[in-house]
């Protein structure tokens, strides 16, 4: 079992930059894939950020890409989001997610077998 606690989020004003953590427990964590996803209100729940469980392979959202980096912690148990030159579109809740298969698809919900809680990001104009 896997549990992910979400942390970092709050307000902050479009341009500038937050770094949003995911703690992990579980003694196989730091094999698996991991994601970042986000929900802003009324909207699907959208993929951010992929990355392999050796950090060899990561992915973006189109447009967070050159903005936003995915890291992984030197003791492997803290997952990384580093936000930077936000804007207003990013406000959203965002969550931390743990995949087991490695060939499920990375931008997909149901790839994703753990789930944080979610942190909120709002980004004022």
């Known amino acids: 079992q896997v549990q992910l606690v979400e942390s970092g989020g709050g307000l902050v004003q479009a341009g500038g930059s937050l770094r949003l953590s995911c703690a992990a427990s579980?003694?196989?964590?730091?094999?698996?894939?991991m994601g970042w996803f986000r929900q802003a209100p009324g909207k699907e729940r959208e993929f951010v950020a992929a990355?392999?469980?050796?950090?060899?392979?990561?992915h973006y959202l189109d447009s967070v890409k050159g903005r936003f980096t995915v890291s992984r912690g030197n003791a492997k148990s803290t997952v990384y989001l580093q936000m930077t030159s936000l804007k207003p579109e990013d406000t959203a809740v965002y969550y931390c997610a743990a995949r087991t298969d490695p060939i499920a698809p990375y931008h997909r919900r149901r790839s994703y077998d753990y789930w944080g809680q979610g942190t909120q990001v709002t980004v004022s104009s």
């Open positions: 990355f392999s469980w050796s950090g060899s392979n990561t």
């Open positions: 579980g003694r196989t964590f730091s094999s698996y894939d």
